[in-house]
């Protein structure tokens, strides 16, 4: 990279930078680093070389990705993951959660497609019933959904009885629980457990688009690349249990706006789901049927 | 990269990854981004993400970074500055350092070379007359240097009048003058100005080696690195004026430890200097003789 020239073969020339410098500082990791650790850095010092020379970036411009980044930090807090907001923007939580899942559950992959974790999900959400409401706040411009499926193994096809059911959502504000005072604690957060037929039911909103937090770098950048910083409405989920892989996904409303262009780059296909007219249930005016499918734990 | 199988051809394939992720992530910046920003922002994603699918980074491993640099960030204020530390340690900053100025310089670089600005400078220093000196606070090791030199047309080898030189050290317990509350203010900080000959001449300290802070994530670094996070002995510089391209540099001294392995990289050959002894000076046992080459503007 840092050996080649210009391709327009033009005016001027791309100077030519040292080209012993990277792999000095690559081999400056002593012989006691954790192997994995020397990889991982190794490799992160050669594509951010690599990066510097290819676009012949600046002191100057480099001050400001520093001063973004540590203005990132200083921003972050309990409720809050600047850096983390950083990363969605540019894709990579998206593509490590892609990486991360194909490692876990190798080539022979059929359980339901992963989608990235974000920064509002809660540890400590209670347990939930079956065929209760996480809805505990209700706005008033709400529509109540039916969600329901059942759990099966990917391979077997099998109902799973037993497997945690974690879900989240915001309010149609767009806004989590803990970013709204207004809403009660744990609001539209559930904790369910599917039955001896892998059933599990609940009644939670119709979810909205929101806006990411665009009030610091993140907001920054997507305003840096011309973009918006809108999610297309989606619900959290993670499901598993200690035989099957922890699976972390989102499930995407079909008929909301930015299904094409998340800001987080979360959406895929197979996550694309259908709020159909419900019949019969006076508690609720949608239904949503989304079964999901385990790999076990290799 | 995405593509590629590892190279072992053993038991485990590397997993194929979505070849279009990266593209689809570049090209959703908007047609209003600078261009400039476009490119810089779009080749650190393809790099960014190569490296992801490169190593195969895990969310954990992922996740560790992001904490690494919002602590960096949350320890950063106006004395300290983590995120440029961390960029330092895998030698970010001195590869923007050579890259700005080949780009400031030209191809016909003859001029003394340049080395990192550091997180020590002050802007503020006040104007210090030749020939007097900067010691304010004098350590009982201290071992004063008659430091002076010649500063020339890098092209022509002409003397140049009316110079400005900043010129900044540490004293001999590491600490510069903002980290130390036993140090006078501006304690080994000059201002210069070269005379109608290009001299330029101040009284300093021999430098000694000093370990960057190391009780951040610029540390844990280096130690998960097995690294150490010394420096060698050096004298900061930046000398220009409206006319000439203000070179920053360091000097380090030729029987300093650590010349071999700076854990910031900022040593080159030519930046390499000889402290000797003095004859007939009473107030200095060294003396250093560095003459400057200023590259005029473009």
Request: hydrophobic share 35%; net charge negative; proline share 7%.
């Amino acid at each position: 990279m840092s050996q080649t020239n210009g391709t327009d073969g033009a005016t001027k020339p791309k100077p030519q930078y040292d080209p012993d410098f990277t792999s000095s500082v690559i081999k400056a990791t002593g012989p006691k680093a954790n192997p994995r650790v020397a990889q991982v850095v190794g490799s992160l010092i050669q594509h951010l070389h690599d990066f510097a020379r290819d676009v012949d970036l600046t002191v100057d411009e480099w001050m400001m990705g520093v001063n973004m980044i540590n203005r990132a930090g200083q921003m972050s807090n309990e409720r809050r993951n600047e850096g983390q907001l950083l990363c969605d923007v540019i894709g990579l939580e998206s593509l490590v959660d892609e990486i991360t899942n194909k490692q876990l559950v190798g080539a022979d992959y059929e359980a339901t497609k992963t989608a990235i974790l974000g920064p509002f999900f809660r540890h400590d959400t209670p347990p939930t019933k079956n065929d209760t409401s996480i809805i505990k706040t209700m706005p008033k411009d709400g529509e109540v959904t039916y969600m329901h499926g059942i759990v099966r193994d990917a391979a077997t096809n099998e109902p799973l009885k037993g497997i945690t059911i974690d879900i989240w959502q915001c309010s149609t504000n767009g806004l989590y629980e803990q970013q709204d005072p207004e809403q009660a604690e744990f609001n539209l957060r559930g904790k369910l457990t599917t039955d001896e037929n892998g059933y599990y039911g609940l009644y939670c909103l119709r979810p909205v688009p929101y806006p990411v937090p665009d009030d610091g770098p993140g907001g920054e950048l997507l305003q840096l690349l011309d973009r918006h910083p809108y999610r297309p409405a989606h619900i959290h989920i993670i499901a598993g249990s200690d035989k099957y892989t922890p699976l972390t996904t989102q499930i995407f409303d079909k008929t909301s706006k930015y299904l094409a262009e998340d800001s987080v780059f979360a959406v895929k296909d197979d996550l694309v789901v259908d709020f159909v007219p419900v019949q019969g249930k006076e508690n609720a005016s949608l239904e949503l049927t989304y079964d999901i499918k385990l790999a076990k734990i290799l």
